[in-house]
């Protein structure tokens, strides 16, 4: 605890400084995601995704640019050019770095309202955060591809590839017909390392409902999601979860 009240934060030491920068980026991190909280809460899920992909545009333009000017690196067509140069293997590495930090952070919120609060709060944030979260996913990622407003199950086929998860588990997709596919996670990150521990299945089924049938859904409001089994649901060695995507029948 610093002890004067008066310090100037340009007048600390290199090792304070370093902490301090680190916790105004998190601060960032946080206020961004609170002006989005609070755009979906007073004007609604479309117009706060709207709003975002507007700011965030200028936003990491902007910053980058800073940073860049500060740090002395170069930029190319909007993004560091180091990024751009790096080798394919270290670009996969970095991708799937990225995807096991944010897996990490989701664990640990879980278990920062676990331990003090108990399982079924816990529970109860978790599946809240996924019905936020699996609608921006699938806007990002619809974003990102370009993918139509009507892009049915092909659409949806190639945004679960896209996710998050897919850079950390393994997944398959098997084909029924042209008008349903069953998606499959066969092996989760998080269950295989509780398997590995010998422990029971984490009770997931609650989260999942949420997390694929509302991403489904902003792919493409036609499609409906069936659960196959999800944990505690008994389920093959094969997978851990699968889930059945239907689209609706023109009239």
């Not at 930029?75 to 996969?92: C, I, S, T, V």
């Not at 399982?119 to 019905?131: F, I, L, V």
Request: with cysteine; glycine share 4%; proline share 3%.
């Amino acid at each position: 605890m610093l002890e004067d009240k008066n310090i100037d934060p340009m007048n600390l030491n290199k090792d304070l400084k370093a902490r301090l920068i680190v916790d105004m980026l998190t601060r960032l991190v946080v206020h961004y995601g609170l002006w989005f909280t609070e755009v979906r809460h007073q004007m609604g899920m479309d117009k706060a995704l709207n709003a975002l992909e507007k700011s965030t545009k200028k936003t990491v333009s902007i910053g980058l640019k800073r940073v860049a000017d500060i740090l002395d690196f170069q930029l190319e067509d909007g993004l560091p050019k180091a990024l751009l140069d790096l080798e394919d293997d270290k670009m996969n590495a970095l991708m799937a770095g990225v995807a096991k930090n944010w897996l990490v952070n989701d664990g640990l919120w879980f278990q920062a309202v676990e331990f003090d609060h108990g399982m079924n709060d816990a529970k109860r944030c978790n599946d809240s955060c996924w019905a936020q979260f699996s609608p921006y996913e699938a806007f990002a990622i619809k974003s990102f591809l370009g993918l139509d407003e009507a892009c049915g199950l092909e659409g949806l086929k190639k945004a679960l590839n896209f996710r998050m998860y897919s850079l950390i588990n393994e997944q398959s997709i098997v084909d029924e017909s042209t008008q349903s596919f069953v998606f499959q996670m066969n092996d989760c990150r998080v269950q295989s390392a509780r398997k590995r521990k010998k422990l029971d299945d984490y009770p997931c089924k609650s989260a999942g409902l949420v997390e694929y049938t509302y991403f489904a859904r902003a792919i493409d409001k036609r499609i409906e999601t069936e659960c196959i089994g999800c944990p505690p649901d008994e389920h093959p060695n094969e997978w851990f979860c699968a889930w059945r995507f239907k689209i609706k029948k023109s009239k």
